[in-house]
């Protein structure tokens, strides 16, 4: 493995030492490779890394490399990326076809919930089908900073049938003609995907990936995925929650309230957090990836947040909103934007807001570091409070009220 990667950063020059389970360090890296290999050689377009929230990356046309945000009309080939654990995929397409197909019947055939196997497989890529079919394209691609599957959707309606590659590893042999090549096909294709005639339902419903049964067709060379009847669908999922009960009390807006998105506060478990502009003021953004078993770290977030609605702006900072990413892929809570302590200033008071948490209100922070700590402006006094963030990982006191 060493010597694949040594071959890569030096047939690339790429300087960057990546750390493996950040999927934006791996974005980086891999940009860069893209970026000295295929960009500067003028084979492909820039790369838009910029889509906004819930909406994919992209390789642009050549002809609009120095355009903005990638559109229908520039956008050469769609591209979901996530952290090589976030993404761990057999690597023949046939595994992959019979995984799917496998954790896909326990949902809807058999009614489980959603398996591991679900949230590793049929996640990513119905997230990344779900882009694809968005912004009209038949081409796309699925990968981190080691490797990557090309995917691609034949035919329309009934007859749509997807295709997907053997994943192709970070300096393997033409690693980066496959991209070139995706890239090509991506630009070049004449009969660009119309999403409503495939009759999916809308993503943001019940179901994170199309909600189709797939059935694998054919032997290795083929490696497809063909589209079944729409009404086989089964179950709803078990663990998505439900809006008007685990947020009881907070404000549910659309994601298009978000008024702009300024800049990257940090990196967690469960996704980002950023800041982001909401009725003209500027707020913390926290998003949940359900790729990540976010949904879980959402839900015990919202309880956490109800279970001290007394401590809201004094011992906790204050949820504003709650949201959904435009694909249904992302949960999101707006909060109230604090300051992280700066050297030399006094946060003695830390112990005192953990035992008020959990004196007043039966609520044990049970990652209480030093990072879950910021200050906040009090909207009476003007002056700075110490509060705690991250509450999702917590245990109620039995007999305290």
Known sequence: MSNIFAYMYSSSRVDRRQA??????????????????????????????????GKPDSLTLKTEADSGLAT???????????????????????????????????????????????SRICHPIGQL?????????????????????????????????ISISDAFLVGQRNFLRAWAFAHSLGCAQADKLASKSLGWKSSNGEHPTPPAKRTYQGDLPNKTIEEGDEDDVGMKPTDKPS????????????????????????????????????HGKEVALKQFDIGKDGYGYYNNEIKGYMAVEGAWGEL?????????????????IGL???????????N?????????????????????????????????????????????AHTMVAGVH
């Open 243 to 278: 809006a008007n009960t685990a947020s009881n009390g907070l404000e549910e807006v659309p994601f298009e309230d978000v008024e702009r998105i300024l800049g990257v506060l940090g990196y967690g478990h469960n996704g980002v957090v950023r800041v982001a502009k909401w």
């Open 336 to 346: 109230q934007l604090g300051q992280n302590p700066a050297p030399g200033d006094d």
């Open 129 to 161: 089908l779900n882009y694809m079919v968005e912004n009209g394209r038949r081409f796309g691609v699925l990968s981190s900073g080691t490797r990557a599957n090309f995917l691609q959707i034949q035919g329309h309606g009934g007859d749509a049938v």
């Open 348 to 392: 003695s008071g830390w112990s005192s807001v953990l035992t008020s948490l959990e004196g007043q209100f039966g609520f044990r922070h049970e990652d209480a570091d030093d990072g879950n700590m910021v200050f906040v402006v009090d909207e009476v006094t003007g002056r700075e409070k110490l509060v705690a963030i991250d509450l999702e």
């Open 72 to 118: 229908e009309e520039n956008m050469g080939l769609v591209v979901e990326f996530k952290s090589t654990h976030n993404l761990p995929l057999p690597m023949s397409a046939v595994a992959i076809v019979n995984a799917y197909n496998e954790a896909y019947r326990l949902v809807t055939q058999e009614k489980w919930g959603r398996t591991t196997a679900w």
């Open 20 to 53: 493996f389970g950040d999927e934006k360090s791996e974005q980086n890296y891999l940009t860069d490779v893209l970026h000295k290999s295929l960009v500067l050689s003028g084979l492909v377009g820039g790369f838009t890394e910029h889509g906004g929230i």
């Open 316 to 332: 906790v900072t204050r949820p504003l909103f709650v949201s959904d990413s435009w694909s249904g892929s992302v949960k999101f």
